[in-house]
């Protein structure tokens, strides 16, 4: 898998261009072979997309050089994880690529002739790759052929660089529609790591043609989805565009009997309480202490490795990339439930485990001798795996019994319940005094703003004053940015969260975490208003519109005549509440015959526009367990928590581009 060769998305641009490690590099543990989950218990079948990527990337390879062993591949190191989900390493090799890179401004010498750039289109590449061909031309030698294949889709303004930079004549280029792809047997993400700030804060709608384009296919491979529903503006703009598409392209639409009955699309902005609250699911929690980039968690060695096979090896400092899907059985069962259950879990698995082992003393004739040495490896790998996450749950128990921790914890409830705002704010303050990390402080300042409609405009003043002072002058572009999304702002009259909190239950006083009842579980109390939305959007009959449903106004700004107003009577005065843009829904006709409203089961996709929370992946199954006449694929633009939200605001001072010279190339071994 290419993403065991390679490290995970890299956040700092400044990669070095480092030759992909050999097969086998990557955690040691367990299916380290292969980091893809399976896909055997999707609801639909979602190998066809991870197929149809492999074949375009399998035809992008025969046209560079045909299977000839003289080509060689870059990465945007953000393609290299998303990539890993969905291609296995040998058969790239197999195509014939001798090695891989990262691309980075500083040269890379190969002797190979073809040089396959898999890049987002974005201009600091278009610059590094520029770099490379000029930097080839001045060394002289056999010329070289360059393809640039664009993620999902090229740009015009990239090509206008490659053409200021003179070396648009030397390149091919080329698109992969690497979109949505199949992170587990239930998820889907694009990992576009920029969307909500770029649909946000920038007003650059590209990404929402990307989710557009992908819909568009996932309807090519699994027929029209019939039924939508939306809320926010840019869940209107994407169902605009797809309907804009349907037409342009209704003789080659393909005639398939849906999978899909529903898809729920929700914008980011219209919940951006749950990103800022700690995630406690035990995922989640993983996510906020190590971060979990493309199913990879980076832990430290003696986590990992078992410290019987490794005695007298040094292992302290190193990292290594462990993956987590639901593969390994004891994470798929674990990684929904609140991480005060994961102890006891753990416990029973030792157990069920101990009591496997136990049965060896038992097996008396060779017949039965044989049954427990087929069970054996399967024991084997249920142990490692069992080992790490003892270590991953002792590593964060710590964290959750720090005292630090369970004040903050108490100043999130505080805020949701809006109870006391001064004991929060006091907290805050003397968390900005200790120079504790600048992302806790800004969530917990964004989620007091968002419950309160602001801070009161002398303490917004001084808070900004001292975060300045405390952190640097950097973070002014960070505080305007959260000011224009309405994150973090002076206070202002009126305000709608106690409405909106008490319409939808959003905070329950008591939640059962061993035997949950509604999703509030997975953040001990308060239930995920997005996912609350997914609720209320299931509870609507399909199709939507009935003789008895009446209001047909179209949503704001929306002229499409099949996209009306609206979910049904009972939830469309809070949902005009929330912010975001309007609620809409719609049916796509199809062709005589095609639907089929006998199954079982309804399938729902739930796309999250501008990325979504392992909490809120979370939910979304719990409300399926709890639905047998519903099952839910989630989708999102990226996975993300309230951290890497907050990092997508942040400017990059000082990070200059190191270009290389003729001289500092290094061939490669």
């Known amino acids: 898998c290419v993403c065991v060769q390679m490290q995970p998305a890299v956040r700092s641009p400044q990669v070095q261009p480092q030759q992909a490690q050999q097969p086998g590099a990557a955690a040691p543990g367990p299916s380290t072979n292969n980091g893809q989950t399976s896909l055997e218990d999707a609801k639909i079948n979602l190998k066809l997309i991870r197929g149809h990527a492999i074949k375009e990337l399998t035809e992008i390879l025969a046209s560079a050089g045909g299977k000839e062993r003289n080509k060689i591949m870059i990465f ?42 898999i890049v987002r289109p974005e201009v600091r590449w278009m610059k590094a790759i520029a770099n490379h061909i000029k930097l080839h031309k001045s060394v002289g030698g056999e010329k070289k052929n360059y393809y640039i294949y664009f993620v999902p889709r090229r740009s015009m303004m990239c090509e206008r660089v490659l053409e200021d930079e003179g070396v648009w004549t030397d390149v091919k280029i080329g698109e992969y529609h690497l979109d949505l792809i199949p992170v587990d047997s239930d998820l889907l993400s694009m990992e576009l790591s920029s969307s909500f700030k770029d649909i ?18 996932i309807q090519h491979l699994f027929g029209i989805i019939p039924n939508i529903q ?53 995922e989640g929690m993983i996510d906020e202490v190590f971060g979990i980039y493309n199913s990879t968690v980076d832990l430290p060695a003696e986590m990992v490795l078992d410290p019987k096979a490794n005695e007298g090896k040094p ?13 390994d059985a004891i994470f798929a069962e674990l990684r929904d439930a609140n991480f005060s259950v994961v102890g006891p879990k753990l416990q029973g698995k030792a157990q069920e485990i101990e009591s496997t082992y136990a049965e060896r003393h038992k097996a008396k004739s060779v017949q039965e001798i044989r049954e427990f040495m087929n069970k054996l490896q399967s024991i084997q790998a249920a142990h490692q795996y069992l080992r790490i996450h003892t270590n991953i749950a002792e590593r964060v128990l710590g964290l959750t019994r720090d ?66 002072q405390t952190y640097g002058f950097r973070y002014l572009f960070v505080l305007e940015k959260l000011s224009k999304l309405g994150m973090f702002k ?48 299931l509870d609507v009959p399909i199709p939507f519109v009935q003789k008895e449903y009446t209001r047909v106004l179209k949503p704001s700004g929306s002229n499409d005549p099949d ?20 609620a809409f829904h719609a049916i796509q006709s199809l062709t005589k015959g095609l639907y089929n409203d006998d199954k079982a089961a309804k399938v729902t996709l739930v796309l999250f526009v501008g990325g979504c929370c392992f909490t809120e992946i979370s939910a979304c199954r719990f409300i399926a367990s709890k639905r047998p ?24 001072f000082g990070e200059k581009e190191e270009y290389a010279t003729a001289s500092s190339i290094t061939p490669t071994s």
């Not at 953000?78 to 990539?83: D, F, K, Q, R």
């Not at 292992?315 to 593969?327: A, M, P, Q």
């Not at 007091?448 to 975060?467: A, D, H, M, Q, W």
């Open 200 to 217: 946000a804060v920038d007003g650059d709608k590209t990404s929402l043609f990307y989710v557009a384009k992908a819909l568009m296919k």
């Open 403 to 468: 005292a630090n921790f369970r004040k903050r914890l108490e100043a999130e409830q505080t805020l949701l319940a809006t109870l006391d705002p001064q004991m929060c704010m006091t907290y805050i303050e003397e968390c900005i005094n200790k120079q504790e990390p600048i992302f806790l402080v800004l969530r917990l300042l964004c989620l007091y703003s968002l419950t309160y409609n602001g801070v009161p405009e002398k303490v917004y003043n001084f808070v900004r004053r001292e975060i300045l």
């Open 563 to 582: 996209i009306l107003d609206g979910w049904a009577h009972g939830i469309d005065p809070t949902l005009d509440a929330l912010p975001g843009g309007p």
């Open 490 to 537: 002076a206070q202002a009259r009126g305000g709608n969260w106690e409405r909106i909190r008490n319409d939808l239950e959003l905070v329950l006083e008591e939640v059962n975490e061993k035997d949950p009842q509604d999703i509030a579980y997975v953040y001990s109390g308060y239930a995920p208003l997005t996912c609350r939305l997914v609720e209320k959007a």
């Open 315 to 327: 292992v302290e400092g190193k990292l290594i990339k462990t993956y987590l899907n639901s593969n």
């Open 629 to 652: 006449e519903d099952e839910i694929i989630i989708a999102t633009t990226k996975i993300m928590n309230g951290n890497s939200l907050l990092e997508s605001l942040f400017e990059k």
């Open 76 to 117: 945007d190191p953000t393609i290299s994880g998303p990539l890993g989900q969905v291609v296995e390493i040998n058969l790239l090799k197999e195509l014939g690529v001798d090695s891989f890179y990262y691309l980075a401004p500083t040269g890379i010498n190969h002797p190979a002739k073809h040089y396959i750039y």
């Open 230 to 282: 939306g809320k926010g503006h840019n869940s209107l703009f994407i169902t605009e565009m797809m309907f804009r598409m349907r037409r342009e392209m209704s003789s080659e639409e393909p005639l398939l009997v849906p999978e899909i009955d529903r898809i729920i699309l929700i914008d980011r902005e219209v919940d951006l309480i749950t990103p800022c609250v700690s995630q406690l699911t035990y």
